[in-house]
């Protein structure tokens, strides 16, 4: 009777029904000896390979994770991946989503507020002076516009008078009959043309100063209180979202919601009272500045146009000397800057 021979668990193969090996065995023999293991050791103490016989696959057991050249226990909870290095593209995209969330919540306050359906933030002492502000400065841009026109017009007239006087002139000096006769009126016109020159200069410095009150002085206050008005805009804009958020339930979900939105409205409020603040305070400067600036340039006007038509023309000139106003010869251009040095 034929023997059978003992067979030895080391010489067992599993194969699959597909003819591969099976090494379902050797990961349970690895599972179990990881458990057997301590769990303080290291590296080398924990590397455990295993070979089939006819296999090259090789299976490793790591204790902890490499971190700096050394080995750590891995603790567990969440995994936390820190971005080290930020995306320009991440961050111009996070900007223009901001924006666009700002855009929107800004367009809705001012679509309410046409249709009658928001409430806005009013400081009405606030209003009232930027509103006469924005009169004045019509107001101002007006007589800017009078006085321009004024100024060219008398501008052609001194040029009239200044050719009649050089004909009178040449007439004067042909005609021998009447040659006191045509002296006496060029004379006249030369005087008047001076005169008018001399107006001129006047009515010039007048619109410089205007033109800088309104167009630079007044322009900046106007900026400002622009944005103010856009601060102002926001503010509400963010006051709504918070006071629609604390109407609504309080749960896990909407807590952080409301938090978040009380930030923001915190955040757009401080902006809006400095805004604010900074309106106050331009709009006073603005009025001490305004009162100064248009109390010269009005007496300047006045006693260089009552002088002109008097026909006192040294009040004339000493009315420009006392504002410090030089005139420019005609046909003499500026000096050069190496001629001023």
Request: aromatic fraction near 6%; glycine fraction near 6%; include cysteine.
């Amino acid at each position: 009777m034929a023997q059978e021979s003992p067979k030895s668990s080391a010489a067992e193969i599993p194969v699959t029904s597909n003819g591969e090996v099976d090494d379902s065995h050797e990961h349970g023999f690895n599972r179990d000896l990881k458990r057997s293991l301590p769990s303080g050791l290291g590296l080398s103490e924990t590397q455990i390979t295993s070979h089939g016989f006819d296999s090259t696959k090789e299976g490793v057991i790591e204790a902890g994770a490499c971190q700096g050249g050394q080995r750590t226990q891995t603790k567990s909870g969440p995994v936390i991946l820190a971005d080290e290095i930020k995306n320009p593209a991440m961050e111009k995209l996070e900007l223009v989503r901001k924006w666009s969330l700002n855009t929107y919540k800004c367009t809705r306050q001012i679509i309410s507020e046409k249709l009658g359906r928001g409430s806005r933030t009013v400081d009405l002492e606030l209003e009232a002076q930027i509103d006469i502000l924005r009169d004045n400065k019509k107001k101002y841009e007006n007589i800017l516009r009078l006085a321009q026109t004024l100024s060219t017009q008398l501008f052609q007239m001194v040029h009239t008078q200044r050719q009649l006087g050089d004909a009178f002139a040449d007439l004067s000096l042909k005609s021998l009959e009447l040659h006191e006769e045509f002296g006496y009126n060029a004379d006249t016109q030369k005087l008047l043309a001076k005169n008018g020159e001399t107006l001129l200069g006047a009515i010039n410095f007048f619109i410089a100063s205007v033109n800088t009150l309104v167009n630079k002085t007044i322009e900046d206050t106007l900026m400002t209180v622009k944005q103010y008005e856009s601060a102002r805009i926001e503010y509400d804009a963010y006051r709504t979202d918070l006071e629609e958020l604390n109407l609504g339930p309080r749960d896990a979900n909407t807590l952080p919601k409301i938090e978040q939105s009380q930030h923001l409205f915190q955040v757009h409020k401080e902006k809006y009272d400095k805004m604010r603040n900074d309106v106050s305070v331009k709009l006073k400067f603005l009025e001490e500045n305004k009162v100064k600036v248009l109390h010269n340039q009005l007496v300047l006007f006045h006693n260089a146009i009552a002088a002109y038509f008097a026909g006192n023309q040294k009040q004339l000139e000493q009315t420009l000397k006392q504002f410090h106003i030089k005139l420019k010869t005609p046909g003499v251009d500026a000096p050069s800057w190496l001629e001023e040095q």
